[in-house]
């Protein structure tokens, strides 16, 4: 049997796997919008777990991290556990209190915490419609990733291999809501970790002789790649800070704070992805460094993992593709859900008084629709992988002082909506252009924007109103 054959019975026996979790997930489904977009809040600790996991690491990791580091050395891994420790950081802090308070006042959608602390609907409204905005080139990164090693494993040519993923991704989110998303990302997270392991062991003793030597090979024959000053340290705060506030800025992490069934599940859920993530951290930058050996001279740092998997083992090559293809399907999978949640929740729900099962079916219709917006961006591969993930996550860093202000009494509603829309605009304009003021990365001048409008305005508004109640 050809290669090009092994990888495509193989993806298509990892595709009913994955009907089979999607069906048994069915049966559990009860009805609602509740049941279908946050599983009624009663995953498992394990499973919230790993489907916090499978969000957040995606084809990011394989291969636009392992191009990273083949281009910047150990820079990359300053970046990625930058982002891990602060994402740990903001579940310890804020995961307790966001999933008490989305349990009380019964919020589905992220952002329907915005709208119930700030009691305005436009500002749920407007976050969505924003997200939605900075999200589909996220998703479409998804795409890229698997169209480029889908072409390049199968000769499938880019735009089916994008259209397959298309029809694997509705399946698995339109049968079940995120029931079927969080079995099916227990699976994919599984099969992430454990082909990534894989490689790392064949890569190691193959080509480089052993873990051993392969630190003496990169010491000697690569040691620019260990030199912490290989990425600019503008390039590292750019890239680094928008990933700080990942799990609360992205609303398909910060709706994974919602599943758990309680607080004790919570707390798995933060410790599993924790280990999960330290442990894939480390195995992804040994990939990129190694690679660096292995494939001296490539131009497109993308194509780093498709080339690798070209030179190992056909059985192994298979499982890592799927281990990437299942690392990009469970984000889009979420993105699509959550978005779709928000669509229903804060637009839908919000604009016209409709009963439930309205709802239900509003929300079923906007996941493929979602789906094609993400697939047809995709078709014009703009940009490198990490470049368009971390514009994504620029972005939406003009909602952190709006979901801050939640523990701030003077926050104003007039203030959130200020920030968004001007520290969205100033990271869209930035990106655009091209021009960075003083070299400043868009992701720090959002942040910087976005919390000083916050916190001007809602001052502001707070001594106006202070200094009226004197006066009467």
Known sequence: MSRTSVMLWGLLLWFLLGCIFSYYARKRTGPGIAEYFIANRTIGGFISAMTYSATTYSAFMMVGLVGMTYSVGISAMGFELSYLMGTILLLVLFAPYFWTIAKKYNCISPVELLSKAYQSRLLGAIATLFSMFMLIPYMSVQFTGIGYLMETLTGIPYRVSVFITLIIILVFTLWAGMRSVAWTDCLQSIIMLVSSLMLLYYIMNHFMGGMNQFYKIIQSNHSELLAAGKMPYQRFLGLTIPWLFFALTNPQVAQRMFIPKDQRSLKTMIIGFATFGLIYTLIVIHLGLAARHIIPVVANTDMITPLILEKVPTALALIVFLGIVAASVSTINSI????????TVDLYGQYFEVEEKSKLM???IMVPLISLLAFFFSLGKFGIIVELSVMSSAGLLALAPSYFGIFWHRRDLTAALSSIILGGLTT?????????????????WCIIISTIVFIVISEIKYLHKTGLNKTN
């Open 336 to 343: 699509i859900l959550t978005l779709s949640s928000m669509c």
């Open 362 to 364: 509003f929300g079923k």
């Open 428 to 444: 869209v304009a930035i990106y655009f252009t091209g021009y960075y003021p003083w070299g400043i990365w868009p992701g720090v």
